[in-house]
Nanobody, 121 residues
């Protein structure tokens, strides 16, 4: 099967920065999309941004200009660089990928276990 392992969460002061990483491993034939979602307490999970294998990255309006998503295809890893963090960015951040585990099969969605990001003074 496929595993997504996230790292890099923690506590940061407003205006600070954090970098999250997510490495995919296991039965991977082809990765299409990688990206990040987040879920704040009492709220629904929302998109942060997605980076396709080809094409431009898209971001939620709330993070544009502050967050940057990148990927290393050789390492099956996606990154989330978060700058100018605000208290409203506090949430559990989930890694997401859409990939094929074998040739001829459909793309499937996989999620990481989530990592807590807390922005507070």
């Amino acid at each position: 099967q496929v595993q997504l392992v996230e790292s890099g969460g923690g506590l940061v002061q407003p205006g600070g920065s954090l970098r999250l990483s997510c490495a995919a491993s296991g039965s991977i034939f082809n990765i299409n999309v990688m990206g990040w979602y987040r879920q704040a307490p009492g709220k629904q999970r929302e998109l942060v941004g997605l980076i396709p294998s080809g094409g431009s990255t898209n971001y939620a309006d709330s993070v544009k200009g502050r967050f940057t998503i990148s990927r290393d295809n050789a390492k099956n890893t996606v990154y989330l660089q978060m700058n100018s963090l605000k208290p409203e960015d506090t949430a559990v951040y989930y890694c997401y990928t859409s990939l094929k585990i074998a040739f001829g099969l459909a793309y499937q969605n996989f999620w990481g276990q989530g990592t807590q990001v807390t922005v507070s003074s």
